[in-house]
């Protein structure tokens, strides 16, 4: 067979051209599955304007704003939809779903799945089933005593700034007192940060890290070069994940070496005692960033909701006045140096609306959780999402429905005395009901309740200098924190 001339070959591509062109521009419009859900124009075509929000903290805000502007349907990326949707958190989410997580999860933590990237539904099931104990509420009761004693330490080192009218910046306290607790908890051993700050080299690796980690699966390999990128800052965070990761490695290594470990309650040696269905235990590594894991989760997210909790108190004199008479009530006002046990705390009405509240509006995990539509495609309320798309919820929007929340961007406590049905379901700071879930929310109220008990209990506060709203805005990478990054008070111990 004779080659085709080059000539003729020519006048084809000339004549294919514009016709492939004409069809890519047409198509997120006319053929696309997902043409029918609203969105920006420019997100039929791309996700890096989205990736750029990611980058710059402010992704979870601009789809909020979407989803003001276009409804409880937007499509953000070619590929990808959010929704706020009730019925369709529970068909996303919920325990008989086939929606599995997406490669976002695949990237996190250095590669190796642990509880929360885990995106295989029968792995995830069995590593949740080996772990569930951990934060049973039988079991964090053994953690209160670990939790007390942190708190008075922070406390007493608060009001010795107090003392002599000098400022103490909340943030960098629930910050260093979350830390001490959490690692406590996880590997039998405190990094003293309540004492020493920041200083340690694993928790700043730890966290230098997440200066990448909500865009990474956007490059894919690239991963793999990524100590060779242009840009500094890319580099320092890889530098930090390998380093953290070796460090986490190497305590690990020195905890399992230890003669004592029998004897110990926390996390790593409840993961140490763990075992599958064959009597396997975990591996080593998968103990290293599983411990990592629950240390991310349970440091940052709770110092960001205290602080915000704690400055939305300060701001209300009425909420501040109900809050400290229900504690008065509740624990005496002999005793104001003791942490209060959280038995007198759980049920406490006033408190437990604050708490649920400053969650609702300030959620320390406000973004999309992303999961894959099965290969087959789904209908969702008359929306069909094509297999392998990506469908996702986020807390931001669900926690501001003004059909459920009323007046959605007021600080409002009472709001949760009569809780109806519909608040409960789309109030997912800790994720939809399923089975990812987080397994941790019951430390995190317990930590919660007993650190603003004790706060308020003992310290009259006062800011000390004006805080503008936009210090206190949202900033996210993946978790997120006040803009600012500080809460400067002054603390007086009360009579």
Same mark, same amino acid.
């Not at 669900?398 to 409960?424: G, I, Q, S």
């Given at each position: 067979?004779?080659?085709?001339?080059?000539?003729?070959?020519?006048?084809?591509?000339?004549?294919?051209?514009?016709?492939?062109?004409?069809?890519?521009?047409?198509?997120?419009?006319?053929?696309?599955?997902?043409?029918?859900?609203?969105?920006? =124009?420019?997100?039929?075509?791309?996700? =890096?304007?989205?990736?750029?929000?990611?980058?710059?903290? #402010?992704?979870?805000?601009?789809?909020?704003?979407?989803?003001?502007?276009?409804?409880?349907?937007?499509?953000?990326?070619?590929?990808?939809?959010?929704?706020?949707? /009730?019925?369709?958190?529970?068909?996303?989410?919920?325990? @008989?779903?086939?929606?599995?997580?997406?490669?976002?999860?695949?990237? !996190?933590?250095?590669?190796?799945?642990?509880?929360?990237?885990?995106?295989?539904?029968?792995?995830?099931?069995?590593?949740?089933?080996?772990?569930?104990?951990?934060?049973?509420?039988?079991?964090?009761?053994?953690?209160?005593?670990?939790?007390?004693?942190?708190?008075?330490?922070?406390?007493?080192?608060?009001?010795?700034?107090?003392?002599?009218?000098?400022?103490?910046?909340?943030?960098?306290?629930?910050?260093?007192?979350?830390?001490?607790?959490?690692?406590?908890?996880?590997? +039998?051993?405190?990094?003293?940060?309540?004492?020493?700050?920041?200083?340690?080299?694993?928790?700043?690796?730890?966290?230098?890290?997440?200066?990448?980690?909500?865009?990474?699966?956007?490059?894919?390999?690239? @991963?793999?070069?990524?100590?060779?990128?242009?840009?500094?800052?890319?580099?320092?965070?890889?530098?930090?994940?390998?380093?953290?990761?070796?460090?986490?490695? /190497?305590?690990?290594?020195?905890?399992?070496?230890?003669?004592?470990?029998?004897?110990? /309650?926390? &996390?790593?040696?409840?993961?140490?005692?763990?075992?599958?269905?064959?009597?396997?235990?975990?591996?080593?590594?998968?103990?290293?960033?599983?411990?990592?894991?629950?240390?991310?989760?349970?440091?940052?997210?709770?110092?960001?909701?205290?602080?915000?909790?704690?400055?939305?108190?300060?701001? @209300?004199?009425?909420?501040?006045?109900? &809050?400290?008479?229900?504690?008065?009530?509740?624990? +005496?006002?002999?005793?104001?140096?003791? #942490?209060?046990?959280?038995?007198?705390?759980?049920?406490?009405?006033?408190?437990?609306?604050?708490?649920?509240?400053?969650?609702?509006?300030?959620?320390?995990?406000?973004?999309?959780?992303?999961?894959? #539509?099965?290969?087959?495609?789904?209908?969702?309320?008359?929306?069909?999402? %094509?297999?392998?798309?990506?469908?996702?919820?986020?807390?931001?929007?669900?926690?501001?429905?003004?059909?459920? *929340?009323?007046?959605?961007?007021? *600080?409002?406590?009472?709001?949760?005395?009569?809780?109806?049905?519909?608040?409960?379901?789309?109030?997912? %700071?800790?994720?939809?009901?399923?089975?990812?879930?987080?397994?941790?929310?019951?430390?995190?109220?317990?930590?919660?309740?007993?650190?603003?008990?004790?706060?308020?209990?003992?310290?009259?506060?006062?800011?000390?200098? %004006?805080?503008?709203?936009?210090?206190?805005?949202?900033?996210?990478?993946?978790?997120?924190?006040?803009?600012?990054?500080?809460?400067?008070?002054?603390?007086? !111990?009360?009579?």
């Amino acid at each position: 067979m004779a080659l085709l001339h080059p000539e003729f070959l020519v006048r084809v591509a000339i004549f294919l051209l514009p016709i492939t062109v004409i069809y890519l521009l047409l198509y997120p419009w006319y053929f696309s599955p997902l043409r029918k859900i609203p969105g920006p =124009w420019y997100a039929a075509y791309t996700k =890096w304007w989205l990736v750029y929000k990611t980058w710059t903290g #402010v992704r979870a805000k601009t789809i909020h704003d979407l989803h003001l502007k276009y409804g409880p349907w937007v499509r953000v990326a070619p590929d990808e939809v959010s929704t706020s949707d /009730k019925e369709a958190i529970t068909t996303i989410y919920g325990v @008989n779903s086939d929606f599995v997580k997406t490669d976002f999860y695949t990237y !996190q933590l250095r590669a190796i799945p642990e509880l929360f990237t885990m995106s295989d539904r029968k792995a995830h099931a069995k590593r949740r089933r080996e772990l569930a104990h951990l934060f049973s509420m039988s079991t964090i009761s053994e953690y209160e005593d670990i939790i007390a004693r942190n708190a008075r330490e922070c406390m007493d080192l608060i009001a010795a700034e107090g003392k002599n009218f000098q400022p103490s910046n909340l943030y960098d306290w629930w910050h260093y007192l979350s830390m001490d607790i959490i690692c406590e908890l996880s590997f +039998g051993l405190t990094f003293d940060m309540l004492h020493q700050g920041a200083a340690n080299p694993y928790i700043k690796d730890m966290y230098g890290s997440l200066q990448i980690e909500p865009v990474r699966w956007h490059f894919g390999w690239l @991963n793999r070069y990524a100590h060779l990128a242009p840009f500094k800052f890319i580099r320092d965070a890889e530098a930090c994940s390998v380093r953290g990761f070796e460090r986490g490695r /190497k305590i690990v290594q020195d905890y399992i070496q230890k003669q004592d470990k029998l004897h110990r /309650k926390d &996390l790593l040696q409840k993961m140490m005692d763990a075992r599958d269905e064959y009597g396997r235990p975990l591996p080593e590594d998968d103990l290293n960033i599983q411990a990592t894991s629950f240390i991310l989760a349970g440091s940052h997210t709770t110092s960001s909701s205290l602080t915000w909790i704690v400055w939305r108190i300060l701001t @209300n004199a009425e909420m501040l006045q109900k &809050l400290n008479q229900e504690l008065d009530e509740a624990l +005496g006002t002999e005793d104001r140096l003791s #942490v209060p046990s959280h038995a007198k705390l759980e049920n406490l009405t006033y408190l437990n609306c604050i708490i649920k509240e400053g969650l609702r509006i300030d959620t320390a995990v406000p973004g999309s959780t992303p999961r894959y #539509v099965p290969p087959g495609g789904s209908y969702i309320k008359g929306n069909y999402l %094509p297999g392998g798309s990506i469908i996702s919820a986020q807390a931001y929007t669900t926690h501001r429905d003004p059909k459920v *929340f009323p007046d959605p961007e007021r *600080f409002y406590p009472e709001r949760w005395l009569n809780a109806t049905p519909e608040m409960n379901k789309l109030y997912i %700071p800790f994720g939809a009901d399923g089975p990812r879930k987080c397994i941790g929310m019951w430390l995190a109220y317990m930590e919660l309740r007993v650190i603003l008990a004790a706060l308020f209990h003992r310290f009259n506060l006062a800011f000390a200098h %004006p805080i503008s709203d936009e210090s206190m805005d949202l900033h996210e990478l993946w978790l997120a924190n006040p803009k600012g990054q500080s809460l400067d008070v002054i603390a007086r !111990q009360k009579a």
